[in-house]
């Protein structure tokens, strides 16, 4: 199989299986618990806890395990809204967010908040006077993405960080990092961002386990879940031990040769870029800078025709987002794309291990579907 979808999901690493098994096998205690076996499996979890935060540049304290990037998100948004329900119900964030950030704003507008969704130009990109003139008195929180998942934009969240400050806004500043954390130098004690959202799956760690950084702008957290009182108290139930050792491995395998691992995906990107490009008809989507993702169109070739093609010869790669599931992306509607530009967008992502190999099998099989197939009317 060739995978180049790594903007949806990645593989687990045999390392992390490896650690997991371990823990699964033999450090499956309870954290909670008193007895020496709960003891280990709490000082297991801190240190795991304390890598991932080393990576993400904040104190192990500031670091929230959840399930998923979803979960992250929708806390961040619910926790911000709740902090600053009191100076206003108005939202800034980006036409262009993952739903599991669309959605929670689009349940706060039912309970009566504003929300501005800001538009992306026709490369993607938001700026951050786009926010300064959205940014109202009442803004209780601006939710701008650091990575766009499906077009590798990305968006200046520091920038966006340093003009809150100098407005002296009270908004608190949410960036879901789930596409940028490890392939993007960024780190949250410096980033501005009050609240980061990250996920295991995106780096060679298991489904089921991501993480929410806390900043100290944000007091009185409303608990996400209530019960034992695990988390600091903020998001009871028992810790996933296994999914956070295998979190935290993932991210020391993703920090050997960090450097070169994303230069080496820039410059596949930048390959496979050139390669698709020598196909009739395949434009160029977006100006995204992310080293992992490159969105393109085969104008007047449905996509999900090219994806259901690909992926019965091996070849795995989305059509735009994989949890929109064949239906045109709001993050194309929202770039303005014409009809037969939209249908045809096909997203590629790369991982450090990809090789030009897989690039050439791609654009080989992209070409014989542009030359056996009949485009849209
Ligand atoms: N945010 C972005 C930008 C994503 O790409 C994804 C997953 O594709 C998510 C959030 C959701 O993360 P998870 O799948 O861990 O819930």
């Known amino acids: ?17 490896d650690t997991m098994y371990d823990v699964l096998l033999n450090g499956s205690g309870n954290p909670s618990s008193q007895y020496p076996y709960g003891a280990a499996a709490k000082k297991r ?44 119900k108005h939202i800034i964030t980006t036409a262009v967010e993952h739903s599991a950030v669309l959605e929670p704003c689009r349940q706060l507008e039912q309970e009566g908040y504003a929300v501005t969704y800001l538009a992306p130009d026709r490369q993607g990109s938001i700026t ?17 993405m650091l990575v766009n998942n499906e077009t590798g934009c990305v968006f200046p969240v520091g920038e966006i960080a340093r003009l809150l400050r100098e407005r002296g806004s009270k908004a608190l500043l949410h960036t879901d990092a789930v596409q940028a954390f490890l392939k993007l130098p960024f780190r949250a004690d410096t980033l501005g961002a ?11 760690a298991p489904k089921g386990v991501g993480a929410l950084y806390i900043g100290p702008r944000c007091r009185a957290v409303r608990p996400l879940l209530a019960g034992g009182g695990q988390e600091r108290g903020l ?23 960090y450097e ?39 104008v007047g070739y449905p996509s999900a025709n090219v994806v259901t093609e690909l992926g019965a010869q091996g070849i795995c790669i989305s059509a735009g987002s994989a949890c929109h599931r064949g239906k045109l992306s709001h993050v194309y ?17 790369f991982a450090p291990e990809t090789t ?8 080989s099989a992209l070409r014989r579907h542009r030359e056996t197939r009949f485009p849209m009317l």
């Open 260 to 298: 070169e691992k994303l230069a080496r995906m820039a410059q596949l990107k930048q390959y496979a870029l050139e390669q698709l490009l020598t196909i009739d008809g395949v434009v160029r989507i977006g100006n995204g800078d992310a080293p992992h993702i490159l969105s393109v169109s085969l």
């Open 45 to 88: 979890l801190e240190a795991d806890r304390a890598v991932i935060a080393a990576a993400l540049g904040c104190k192990p304290d500031e670091l929230y395990f959840t399930s998923c990037g979803t979960e992250s998100d929708n806390w961040a948004i619910r926790l911000a809204a709740h902090q600053n329900r009191r100076v206003g």
């Open 128 to 144: 951050a006077q786009q926010v300064a003139d959205a940014l109202r008195e009442d803004t209780a929180l601006v939710s701008v």
């Open 235 to 257: 998001r009871s139930g028992t810790e996933a031990t296994a999914q956070i050792a295998g979190f935290a491995k993932a991210v020391e395998l993703r920090l050997e040769g």
């Open 356 to 363: 030009e190999a897989d690039v050439d099998a791609l654009v």
């Open 333 to 349: 509607a929202a770039m303005k794309l014409d009809k037969k530009t939209a249908a045809g967008v096909l997203r590629v992502s």
């Open 194 to 204: 009050d609240l980061i959202s990250v996920s295991g799956h995106k780096l060679n």
């Open 1 to 17: 199989m060739i995978y180049l979808d790594h903007a949806a999901t990645t593989p687990v690493a045999r390392e992390v299986a």
